[in-house]
């Protein structure tokens, strides 16, 4: 691996399938910066804007991963790969776009005589993902590669499954988050990238990346319940990015409420998503130099009590701004400052 200044962009740290007035929070997504070159995990809402305003170009993008197929972190990857066939030139080795395989089968839940969207293919993975966005933008694309002469994107990037061991017990719905080493998902001599599942239910497979280079380690939990295998993979890393939900915040806006989608929203929140001070429990069992919060719900809690509510952990907490840069360093992790591109 090369021995190139590499830092961590916050493009977006905003969590939830929604516009939120007066926020200054992007949709979820995440730049590792090594060199000339970037790696992008997840494409929320803005994800390309964010890209431009921290200086970012579209060819120096060499993958993209996915944590997870939830709208709000693949809202925007249809834009990259389109706007992308306009400023990308024709590769070589397409850019893959790693991510999880279909679940399989839809959740277990009390339906109550709901029929699932797309009947046919229920739960497409992140290559029907593609697919489908692709097919579904055919006109834009065809017009513009007869027009213009432009490269398909099916020639500039490449979906790449995440294939789970076949010894390890895995079931969407029975077993989402078995114990497990975290494999590996892509490498190239800048870094070094591997995976392992977390617990988002109901979906699934849900995974957590970490990027190893020669200046230090990143780890991009998702969207995830507190889990083991988020310790594992974050073990002695310099920064690990977890995602947080203000609870006291759910509960004030569910508990109280007597329709059942909230009752269920709330039981998501419990179910699936981790706060504050259980991120700082994850970070000191892991050994990490730096937590920062982010795919923060809701949008409005302030950031000194986003950190005060992680206050336990003994390292450096934060919870960034968008656009916020972190330089990673062999032993620590130092925040830069809000990028100016």
Not at 147 to 174: G, M, V, Y
Request: hydrophobic share 40%; net charge negative.
């Amino acid at each position: 691996m090369r021995d190139e200044a590499a830092r961590v962009i916050t493009l977006g740290t905003g969590g939830g399938p929604s516009w939120v007035q007066g926020t200054d929070r992007a949709g979820i997504a995440t730049a590792v910066v090594v060199g000339d070159r970037t790696y992008l995990i997840d494409a929320g809402s803005g994800v390309g804007k964010q890209l431009i305003d921290a200086g970012l170009t579209l060819p120096s993008l060499r993958a993209i991963f996915i944590t997870h197929l939830h709208s709000d972190h693949v809202v925007d990857l249809a834009s990259l790969m389109i706007f992308g066939m306009m400023r990308i030139q024709r590769r070589d080795t397409p850019i893959p776009i790693v991510g999880p395989g279909s679940r399989g089968c839809l959740p277990w839940r009390d339906a109550d005589g709901l029929l699932p969207v797309s009947p046919g293919h229920p739960t497409p993975g992140i290559s029907a993902t593609v697919e489908h966005l692709l097919h579904a933008y055919a006109t834009d694309i065809n017009d513009r590669r007869y027009d213009a002469k432009r490269p398909s994107p099916w020639e500039l990037f490449e979906a790449q499954e995440i294939t789970l061991p076949a010894t390890l017990d895995f079931h969407p719905n029975l077993n989402p988050c078995p114990a497990m080493e975290p494999i590996q998902v892509f490498e190239d001599d800048a870094v070094r990238v591997t995976s392992i599942l977390v617990k988002h239910p109901p979906l699934a497979p849900a995974f957590a990346f970490r990027l190893d280079c020669d200046e230090g380690s990143v780890v991009v939990s998702g969207d995830t319940a507190p889990t083991d295998n988020t310790v594992r993979i974050a073990d002695g890393a310099e920064l690990l990015l977890h995602e947080a939900l203000d609870m006291d915040w759910a509960e004030r806006i569910y508990a109280a409420s007597p329709t059942a989608e909230h009752q269920a929203v709330l039981e998501h929140h419990r179910a699936a998503h981790t706060t504050p001070a259980q991120a700082a429990a994850i970070a000191e069992k892991a050994g990490v130099r730096t937590l920062a919060l982010h795919h923060l719900v809701p949008h409005s809690t302030p950031r000194p009590a986003w950190e005060q509510m992680a206050e336990s952990f003994s390292g450096r907490v934060m919870a960034p701004d968008d656009l916020e840069v972190c330089a990673l360093t062999r032993r620590r992790t130092l925040p830069v400052g809000r990028h100016v591109g």
